[in-house]
């Protein structure tokens, strides 16, 4: 499985970024992917979960960040979406999606992660 995510770079304080993260495969079909996640990891800080959408819709964010992101899927594009409003510069830290649990022509697979992407808020 390959997670790949996109959309990162640098903004102003009180900007706005849209992370992107898809999943796809060198062979085979996915079928479903299940909850859907968001995490993050400043330098020198542990990584922890921003938001999360299940299959259903439903969604949970950090309250960190609640009232200001947004987390949402595209089941046909394989793809979660963050849009970020109103960043901070506390925001600043590598960005890492996460696939719980992907079915596929090829079999499951669990706990699948991109590679992270960065993203920096400028004062």
């Known amino acids: 499985v390959q997670v790949e995510e996109s959309g990162g770079g640098l903004v102003q304080s009180g900007g706005s970024l849209r992370l992107s993260c898809a999943a796809s495969l060198s062979s085979g079909v996915i079928f479903s992917i299940g909850d859907m996640r968001w995490y993050r990891q400043a330098p020198g800080k542990q990584r922890d979960e921003v938001a999360m959408?299940?299959?259903?819709?439903?969604?949970i964010y950090a309250a960190s960040v609640k009232g200001r992101f947004v987390i949402s899927r595209d089941n046909a594009k394989k793809t979660v979406y963050l849009q970020m409003n109103n960043l901070k510069t506390e925001d600043t830290a590598v960005y890492y999606c996460?696939?719980?649990?992907?079915?596929?022509?090829?079999?499951?697979?669990?706990?699948?992660w991109g590679q992270g992407i960065q993203v920096t808020v400028s004062s």
């Open positions: 959408i299940a299959s259903n819709g439903d969604s």
């Open positions: 996460k696939f719980d649990r992907l079915v596929s022509s090829r079999g499951p697979r669990y706990d699948s």
